[in-house]
Structures are given as structure tokens and as C-alpha cells.
């Protein structure tokens, strides 16, 4: 049945069938229907940066931005789940059409920028859920907020989402917020890394438990990029990084339908761009900070590649929508 509906949603216009699908998890969780999309994986757990997760396969942010299906991504099997990126102000995204698929690829390009509906309302759907495992919480900042005063966007999520979640990811890298990978260089990291630790000790204080700062960066980077990043990351005591986001490279989908859309690329094409930064900044950070990976991921000889590389947690997103939960358990028992 979850075959037959997921072959009639890849037909249908994608942000329309995204819709459809977060609005059907949102109501079926925690009914009997969930049994339509639910899989038992086995209990693999790791622990990263202090916080124990049931599996080391995680879902990407980028699908519940709202965290409204949180219970239902827990049914399929997840290690953690991740919901965002969120924004202190609700806003609309950037305009339709923003979202495209690459079935010949099985790849998505998307435009949605940061789409979503305030960090007040993703932390109501999380206390309203009943998922006990690793929950990260990835924020932003609004589109109108100026560059230069990011910090002040990332530290209001920080403080509404410090709480609720078992990690806070820091995303720095998405195409689709303009300036926003700016942030990803030299004196501007720097700053905004430092204000988010000191925000981080106040909490802890606050809350009693320390929540890890992870930091999302882009697969669009030089050797030396990745080096300098490495070298900010350590310096700012950061707890973890994700490699990575969406890239604007379209050399692995020139010349199909929509490939020449603006956005960021996602899917099977990202699997050797991704492992790269992967291994480079595993060569330049070691053991002193854990990397999640992310980006191409879709069977499990790329989840044991990505990991030989230095990951110790990966999460999918795009082999994810093509595959659906079926994938999850593939992973989790192949590893």
C-alpha cells in the first residue's frame, strides 16, 4: 500500500505531494494507520558528543521543517530525527514553483528558502510529541535579516529550542538565503560560533544539560575552505559538523529536465562531492570533533563508505523520498 501511494505521489507536482505527505503523517501518527508506513529496525546505538542514539541512521532537516511528523519518522526505524531549519519569524519561502525532481537521477533540486512556520510553533509540535530518541532542532535566520546581524536570529531559536532538543544544528550553508554561507568564513564564523557557545554555557546553567552545538556546512568548498572551517570549528570548541548540505554544482545533471533551475542539488549525484568533504575534513579534524554525514547516501555501500571516511552518525534525505522507509532499515541492518 505505501508503495502504491508513494509511486502515485512521485507523479504528482512535488511540493504538492510534499504537502500531502507531511499533512497524511501528521494525522496518522499514532494511529493504527502509522502500521502503513512503520519498520522495525534493531537497536544499533551510538553515542556522539554525549547524546546516545538508537541507530546511526538519522533523517535530514529539511523534510519536517516544522516538526509536525516527528512521531511518524520515529515509526520508521530512524536512529534521530532532525526537524528544521526554522526561523525565529514564520515566512513563506522563496516562490513557486521551488521544488523539482530528477527522476533520471533520482535527484531533487530545491529553492524553498527556509519555508517555514516559527520557531514558537516547531516547539509546541515538539513537546506535543511522544518520541523519546535523539531529536536535533536546525536553525536559521530569516531572509530580511541583515548579515551582519545573524548572530541575533540564532541566538532567539537557540534559546526557544535549547530544551526540547538532544542537539542544535547551525545551519550556515543552504543556497537558497541570500549571504547566508558567508557566514562559513574566517572573522564571521568565528563570531557567530563564539556567541553561540557563550549562549550555550548560559543554558546549560539555565536547564541543567548540556545540548551539543553542530554546525552545517556546504559541499561547495576548496580544500582550504574545508581546513579553515576545521580550524574555526576547533578553536570555538564546536560540538559536531554536518557534511553537508545542497550543492550548486550541476555538472552530474547537465543537460536534464530542470537542471538548469536555481537551488540546491540533492540526491545520488551528491554521493563523491560529499564524501570528499567528508574525508577532508576528517584529515583535518580527527577525533576532535564527530562528523555527521550527509549527501548522497542511498544504499549501504555509500552509508559504510561515508562513515570509513570519518562520519560516525549519517542521515538521508533525498534516496529517502525515491526509496521510502524501506531504505531505513536497509541501512540501519547493512551497517
Known amino acids: 500500500m505505501y508503495e502504491l501511494i508513494q509511486k502515485i505521489l512521485l507523479n504528482c507536482e512535488p511540493e504538492k505531494s510534499h504537502d500531502f505527505s507531511i499533512k497524511w503523517l501528521h494525522r496518522t501518527q499514532r494511529t493504527p494507520l502509522s502500521a502503513l508506513y512503520s519498520e522495525k529496525t534493531p537497536d544499533k546505538p ?18 519536517d521543517k516544522n516538526g509536525e511528523c516527528i512521531d511518524a519518522f520515529a515509526a520508521m526505524g530512524f536512529g534521530f530525527i532532525e526537524v528544521g531549519t526554522v526561523t525565529p519569524r514564520p515566512q513563506p519561502g522563496n516562490p513557486k514553483p521551488r521544488l523539482f525532481r530528477l527522476p533520471e537521477k533520482n535527484a531533487i533540486i530545491n529553492r524553498m528558502g527556509f519555508n517555514n512556520k516559527g520557531v514558537d510553533y516547531l516547539v509546541e509540535q515538539v513537546k506535543a510529541s511522544r518520541y523519546d530518541g535523539a531529536l536535533g532542532i536546525n536553525i536559521g535566520k530569516n531572509k530580511d ?25 547551525i545551519n550556515i550553508s543552504s543556497p537558497n538565503t541570500p549571504g547566508l554561507r558567508n557566514l562559513q568564513y574566517g572573522a564571521a564564523l568565528e563570531a557567530l560560533l563564539s556567541g553561540l557557545k557563550e549562549a550555550q554555557a548560559t543554558l546549560a546553567q539555565v536547564h541543567g544539560k548540556y545540548v ?17 572551517i ?26 536534464l529536465p530542470h537542471a538548469g533551475e536555481a537551488g540546491g542539488l540533492s540526491g545520488e549525484v551528491l554521493v563523491n562531492q560529499s564524501q570528499l568533504i567528508t574525508e577532508q575534513l576528517y584529515a583535518a579534524l580527527g577525533d576532535k570533533l564527530p562528523i555527521i554525514g550527509v549527501g548522497g547516501i542511498h544504499d549501504v555501500a555509500s552509508a559504510k563508505a561515508r562513515m570509513n571516511a570519518g562520519a560516525q552518525l549519517i542521515q538521508v534525505y533525498s ?15 547493512g551497517l
Not at 540564532?154 to 544544528?169: G, Q, W
Not at 570549528?233 to 543537460?255: P, Q, S, W, Y
Not at 534516496?319 to 541492518?333: C, T
Request: hydrophobic content about 45%.
Open 46 to 63: 551510538v553515542t556522539v558528543a554525549g547524546v546516545t542514539f538508537r541507530n546511526p541512521v538519522g533523517l535530514a532537516a529539511g523534510l
Open 145 to 169: 535579516t541583515e548579515e551582519a546581524n545573524a548572530l541575533d536570529d540564532y541566538l532567539k531559536c537557540l534559546n526557544k529550542v535549547y530544551e526540547h532538543a538532544s542537539y542544535v544544528t
Open 212 to 228: 551539543p552545538l553542530f554546525i552545517k556546512i556546504a559541499p561547495d568548498l576548496t580544500p582550504e575552505e574545508v581546513n579553515g
Open 230 to 255: 576545521a580550524e574555526s570549528l576547533i578553536k570555538c570548541e564546536m560540538d559536531g559538523v554536518i557534511a553537508t548540505n545542497t550543492t550548486l554544482d550541476r555538472a552530474a545533471v547537465e543537460g
Open 319 to 333: 534516496s529517502f523520498i525515491y526509496q521510502g522507509p524501506a531504505l531505513v532499515k536497509r541501512l540501519v541492518e
